[in-house]
T-cell receptor, first 111, second 113 residues
Framework: GQQVMQIPQYQHVQEGEDFTTYCNSS?????IQWYKQRPGGHPVFLIQ?????EVKKQKRLTFQFGEAKKNSSLHITATQTTDVGTYFC???????????FGKGTKLSVIP | DVKVTQSSRYLVKRTGEKVFLECVQD?????MFWYRQDPGLGLRLIYF???????EKGDIPEGYSVSREKKERFSLILESASTNQTSMYLC????????????FGDGTRLSIL
């Protein structure tokens, strides 16, 4: 079945440093979604990418979808303590009804 | 704003008990999902439903069943609870099967003793 791998599993950064998490799928995705889960909270939808090579920005967050639609990345510029949490990518395979989640990257920000 | 409500935030049950986890959404979403979340394993899909009385198995359906008698309500049933079912259970809903974000409830932390 479809697998979505996400690295790194953990990332500790000093406040103000940049952060990137990477997502790779074993199969071509029809779209990819990103979620953020704060400590003690539930996953919250951030964004969806659909087109090959698509890049979207939300303030300090930049999301990319690879040309082959098999990989994606989330980059945070100048991290803040409010960025703490676990970031998940999740993708639908072509013709699939199931959203497959990566295992997430847990971000810690040291003030 | 979408509201997905899970009946319990914390639940403690004993091995062998039949356990019901309830989820209600208020946005008339067609699709509803049950996941379990374990450290290091991310979110794994147990079952999902795309319509009333319809259900599909996810990646880890063994030991679970579901019920969707009304559009807004999706129940997860542990037929005979076992200790390896101790986990965080998350319910989610969405408008359509794909290309729409999923909205999650706050989760139920279930402990099986």
């Amino acid at each position: 079945g479809q697998q979505v791998m996400q690295i790194p599993q953990y990332q500790h950064v000093q406040e103000g440093e940049d952060f990137t998490t990477y997502c790779n799928s074993s199969t071509t995705l029809s779209n990819i979604q990103w979620y953020k889960q704060r400590p003690g909270g539930h996953p919250v939808f951030l964004i969806q990418l659909v087109k090959s090579g698509e890049v979207k920005k939300q303030k300090r967050l930049t999301f990319q979808f690879g040309e082959a639609k098999k990989n994606s990345s989330l980059h945070i510029t100048a991290t803040q303590t409010t960025d703490v949490g676990t970031y998940f990518c999740a993708g639908y395979g072509a013709g699939s009804y199931q959203l497959t989640f990566g295992k997430g990257t847990k971000l810690s920000v040291i003030p | 704003d979408v509201k997905v409500t899970q009946s319990s935030r914390y639940l403690v049950k004993r091995t062998g008990e039949k356990v019901f986890l309830e989820c209600v959404q208020d946005m008339d979403h067609e699709n509803m999902f049950w996941y379990r979340q374990d450290p290091g394993l991310g979110l794994r899909l147990i079952y999902f439903s795309y319509d009333v009385k319809m259900k599909e198995k996810g990646d880890i359906p063994e030991g679970y069943s579901v019920s969707r008698e009304k559009k807004e309500r999706f129940s997860l049933i542990l037929e005979s609870a076992s200790t390896n079912q101790t986990s965080m259970y998350l319910c989610a809903s969405s408008w359509t099967v794909s290309n729409q974000p999923q909205h999650f409830g706050d989760g139920t932390r279930l402990s099986i003793l």
